[in-house]
């Protein structure tokens, strides 16, 4: 928490895949930060992170999508998204940029300021002591996969832990080979659908076999190829973000659970 009564400023970086298929994530960390004493905008300016072009080798197109997330986010204290994945590609944009490129330097300090969701409450705001405080309930064992670029690239791995540790109810039942990669990666399992397609059927496996009722995640386009996976196969599990269940806010399907009706939610 803020050791002033200033709250803390964070621009949150949506991610497209939020935006597009699961805003309810979205809306939690809204929730999240804002409990944590945050104020948080959403810059109309931000799109993708670069991701696929990056992993495509497109360096010009990478490099254009760069420098509008950097003038996207200036002038906040940080940046803070829920998926690991995507802020690691924030913090790789410096390396697109030559040392004498002003770019390199904002894209540095951008760097600095960007964090994953779970990262930031936990490591910045210390809001797992708050959540221990909102009496929050989740009725279920649960099992949580780490998703590639959070861990190996962020550190994540406790931080979501130490908050589920804080919701009532929820039982952690960890997972063979949590840490080994579900087989998405981006345009990894559209260059190698075999082993991609692999790699998915030894996580449901894993997963299955804890017992777990929800299967929880940081990064949506991993649960969304789990929870695709799970359902091909039979398999009971559901599959959230941990955003959703911290925040409180799983009174909607889980991941491929539903289809929702556009039309009459208009």
């Known amino acids: 928490m803020s050791t002033t009564n200033t709250p803390v400023q964070v621009g949150l970086f949506v991610t497209c895949l939020v935006d597009m298929f699961r805003p309810t994530i979205g809306f939690a960390t809204v929730k999240l930060l804002e409990q944590a004493g945050c104020t948080v905008e959403v810059p109309e300016q931000q799109t993708c992170c670069g991701q696929p072009a990056f992993n495509s080798g ?18 906040y204290q940080y940046v803070v998204g829920p998926s690991g ?19 390199k330097a904002r894209a540095e300090d951008l760097k600095a300021r960007a964090f994953e969701i779970t990262s930031f409450l936990v490591d910045v705001m210390k809001f797992d002591e708050v959540l221990a405080t909102l009496e929050q309930q989740f009725d279920q064992k649960v099992t949580y996969h780490d ?66 009722q929800t299967l929880l995640g940081g990064d949506l386009g991993c649960l969304m190829n789990i929870a695709g996976k799970l359902k091909r196969e039979g398999k009971p599990l559901e599959t959230r973000h941990v ?24």
Not at 85 to 103: E, K, Q, T, V
Request: hydrophobic fraction near 35%.
């Open 58 to 75: 497109d360096r010009e197109t990478t490099r254009d999508i760069a420098k509008q997330t950097i003038q996207a986010f200036d002038g």
């Open 85 to 103: 994945s995507c802020i690691g590609m924030l913090h790789y944009y410096a390396d697109l940029f030559d040392d004498n490129d002003p770019w």
């Open 147 to 212: 998703s590639c670029s959070g861990l190996r690239q962020l550190g994540v791995k406790v931080q979501p832990r130490k908050l589920l540790d804080k919701v009532a109810g929820t039982e952690l039942a960890e997972m063979t080979e949590a840490e080994t990669c579900c087989g998405f990666g981006g345009t990894f399992c559209v260059k190698y659908p075999d082993i991609s397609n692999r790699m998915v059927s030894n996580k449901t496996d894993f997963a299955d076999e804890t017992g777990a």
């Open 243 to 266: 955003v959703e269940v911290l925040a409180g806010m799983t009174d909607t399907p889980a991941i491929a659970e539903a289809v929702y009706d556009l039309g009459k939610q208009a």
